[in-house]
């Protein structure tokens, strides 16, 4: 069974640098195929993609976020971390990761996608 | 930049009611879509993938459609479970629709 568990501060102040850890179970970063992704989603928004990570060290970044964001993998360790740098009032949000598998896409042009399929609840960052 | 349109934003229907909800992109080059669930307080959960293909769990009444810039997800008999809103989401750059609350009449 998948499950990931998201933990970091609750309370940041605004300029600071907010990291997110991602705990995971039921599955390997080393497996081919597998990825974590981080979505957050302000209070009554729509989720917003932030960034991704899969086996081979492939990273997908939200490019809306101006190089704010850094994504690590510790697969050892079966964690995932994101670092936002210069956090404002506006990236209050739940911050969740989930689980991805990865999908080939008939073209043209042909690509591969990655699926959320396993989330875990989240983690509530307020700034300010 | 591509835009995701997601319509209607609020929907209300009758339990047994079909009811569809559409996203749109503004570009149409081999997009594919996800459609996720989610109800107050609980994590987004995946329905569909790639356009069309049912999530492993996922009730059968769900489906998604759609190719080029439109795309769907119906819901063939509305059930009082399913009262949640619902995103669409551009698996091409993962960019997600504004979400349509579904309530029951």
């Known amino acids: 069974q998948i499950t990931l568990k998201e933990s970091g501060p609750t309370l940041a102040r605004p300029t600071e640098t907010l990291t997110v850890t991602c705990t995971f179970s039921g599955f390997s970063l080393r497996t081919s195929g597998a990825a974590v992704g981080w979505i957050r989603q302000a209070p009554g928004k729509a989720p917003e993609w932030l960034a991704l990570i899969s086996w081979d060290n492939d990273r997908r970044l939200n490019p809306s976020l101006n190089n704010r964001l850094t994504i690590t993998k510790d697969s050892p360790g079966n964690r995932v971390v994101l670092t936002m740098t210069n956090v404002d009032r506006v990236d209050t949000a739940t911050y969740f990761c989930a689980h991805a598998r990865r999908h080939y896409a008939s073209g043209p042009p042909a690509f591969y996608y990655f699926v959320m399929d396993v989330w875990g609840l989240g983690t509530t960052v307020t700034v300010s | ?105």
């Open chain 2, 1 to 105: 930049d591509i835009q995701l349109t997601q319509s209607p934003a609020f929907l209300s229907a009758s339990i047994g009611d079909r009811v569809t909800i559409t996203c749109r992109t503004s570009q149409g080059m081999n997009n594919y879509v996800a459609w996720y669930q989610q109800r107050p307080g609980k994590a987004p959960q995946l329905l569909v993938y790639g356009t069309s293909a049912l999530e492993s769990g996922a009730p059968s009444r769900f489906s998604g459609s759609g190719s080029g810039t439109e795309f769907t997800l119906t819901i063939s008999s509305l059930q009082p479970e399913d009262c949640a809103t619902y995103f669409c989401q551009h698996l091409n750059t993962y960019l997600f629709g504004q979400g349509t609350k579904v309530e029951i009449k």
